[in-house]
């Protein structure tokens, strides 16, 4: 299906066309096709025997991006051998053209993972200059390799616990493993990136006197003794539990971002971050979303640990997007929670996510797919029961409310996934 073709809604019933907005001096709104075809439309053109189909699918594409030419690739996919020939001569998709004063140099760490992946491309549409910095651990090349080559983009293996010299305006500190099964790897690992990976992007905002954002979490606030929880709440951790080593590491690193500002005076923003999902979230990690989606698309069983009744809230990386470039931009230097408030049990979820896989199958290729089954499992250690953000400052401090329904959000993921499944991506 062609991505223009793909009307969205928003929470209110409105079609989304942008997403990003004008605010605080700094705009970030760009075309929801535009930024779509760079994750939902492959990176190739393909060899197959229906290139006929897939050419009228491009000049579907073409014709929506009224008169500019759309970004192309000589790369070669082969379906037969599931192979790919890359090329060096890539045209990009375009990028807007700034000013020196309006052209950010914007450093990036953990750029290649999946929140990451999404803000370089916003960043990159809008004309800033980014680097990215990434060991790799759970980020990788290709969720960024659209940009590579392009002038404005540097990519970087590099690993945060080492310090890193650059020259910079503004600094999103991503960097660090987010899920269960990453995190808890090498807890200790993890504790280093946290403490000292953080330690040093504070320097270096410190020396190059840039604005500094670290991408906290929701699980500083623990398993919750307060609902909906707010910016004020200090949180009930278990500091040794198996989770400890990325919440307490995150508390310690929101610890650092207040020491330096207090004590350095350096620009610092705190975005407390709730569950988000989207496309490119690396299937192997384990998080619900993926983990039900995958399991839907391929026939299996979903899992559910426990019972079901525990709660969640989800919300799509557009919308976390548009919070955090705003954050970035705006004046506000206490910590903001970025989340969507829509909660659900994750037995109503796993049902949603069944139901939009079967959705999705039949709307793009007449396929009528049985529904499959859910079962339960053991719940693991230190799982909160319930999480669910208050959002009152960001909308306060920032204008900012998530758009995207859960519903909307979850086609698109099905959408990626069951394409890089067919092409034998994943
Ligand atoms: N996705 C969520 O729901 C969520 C929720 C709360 C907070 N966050 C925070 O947002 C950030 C991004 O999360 P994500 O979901 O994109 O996770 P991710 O694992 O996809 O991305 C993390 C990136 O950091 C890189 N990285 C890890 N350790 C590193 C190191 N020592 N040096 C350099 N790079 C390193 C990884 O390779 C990866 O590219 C994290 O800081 C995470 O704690 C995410």
Redesign the pocket.
Known sequence: MATSSIKVLDKYGQEIKTVGFNRFGFDSEVPIDELRSLYLRPHYVSTAPSTADSSKEDAKETESTQGRTPYQTNSIYHPDSQSISYTTLTRFQPVKLLSPPERKRILV????????SHLVDRLMLLGHEVTV???????SKTTVSHWIGHPNFEMVR????EPFMIECDQIYH??????PP?YQFNAV?TLK?SFM?TLNMLGLAKRTKARFLI?????IYGDPEVHPQNEEYWGHVNPIGPRACYDEG?RVAETLTYGYHRQDGVDVRVAR?????GPR??PA?G?VVSNFIMQALRGEDMTVYGDGSQTRSFQYVHDLIDGLIALMNSNETRPVNIGNGDEFTIGDFAKLVRETVRKVKKEDDGVDVPLVNIIQKPIPTDDPQKRRPDTTRAKEVLGWQPKWSVEMGLEEMVRYYKAKLAEGSL
């Open positions: 760490t953990g750029g290649a993972g999946f929140v990451g910095i990434d060991n790799f651990f759970t980020g590099h690993d945060v616990v991503l960097a660090c493993p987010a899920s990453h690992k990136t990976g991408t906290s979490t929701s699980e995150k971050i709730f569950n988000t999902y979230m690396n990690d998080r």
